[in-house]
DNA sequence: ATTCGTTAGCGCCCCCTGCTGGG
DNA sequence: CCCAGCAGGGGGCGCTAACGAAT
């Protein structure tokens, strides 16, 4: 069943299997079983240490971009790459015309328009817009 | 049956760089 | 010209989920 039965002491978060939320009270605890051997770096999962490997060690990149060169260690980081190929912009301000590429460029966009920012970048309204300056 | 390794996917944060507008 | 603010591109890690292999 999809039934999570697993429960962490800790935060009463629910797993489905023993491994997970084995490998979630190690986040709380700190305990970081998978060392890398060439570095000081420890980690929680082998997934982790995995791709640390890869991305400072081995320098292996499996993802590659059909369109450039460029060459990735993560499918994510190679789907956020081609958007700058397309041009797709997935995540869109509320408040202004911007839209990101990138859900974290979205969020430091964010920040343009926060109370302190306000008199400095007064985004440019439509009609249908409803946002009210005090 | 349980654990482990791998892969996949979401997210967060940081850095560097280039552009632009104001002083 | 210089500087601050901002966005674009990318690197690296945190964490969870699913699944097959190994124990």
């Known amino acids: 069943s ?3 039965r697993y429960v962490c002491h ?21 305990t970081r079983p998978y060392k890398c051997n060439d570095c000081d770096m420890a980690f929680v999962t ?6 640390h490997r890869r991305y400072k060690h081995t320098l292996e990149k499996p993802f590659k971009c059909s369109v450039c060169k460029y060459s990735s260690v993560e499918a994510s980081k190679m789907r956020r790459h081609i958007r700058s190929h397309t041009g797709e ?3 869109a301000c509320d408040l202004c015309s911007y839209a ?6 979205l969020k430091r966009h964010m ?24």
């Open 2 to 4: 999809d039934e999570k």
């Open 10 to 30: 800790l935060c009463l978060k629910a797993f489905h299997t023993a491994t997970l939320l084995h490998n979630h009270v190690n986040v709380h605890t700190g």
């Open 111 to 134: 920040i343009t328009h926060s109370e302190n920012n306000l008199p400095l970048s007064i985004p440019p309204l439509s009609m249908t817009d409803r946002i009210e300056y005090n």
């Open 100 to 105: 990101s590429k990138d859900a974290y460029k």
């Open 89 to 91: 912009r997935p995540y």
């Open 46 to 51: 082998s997934g982790e240490l995995s791709r």
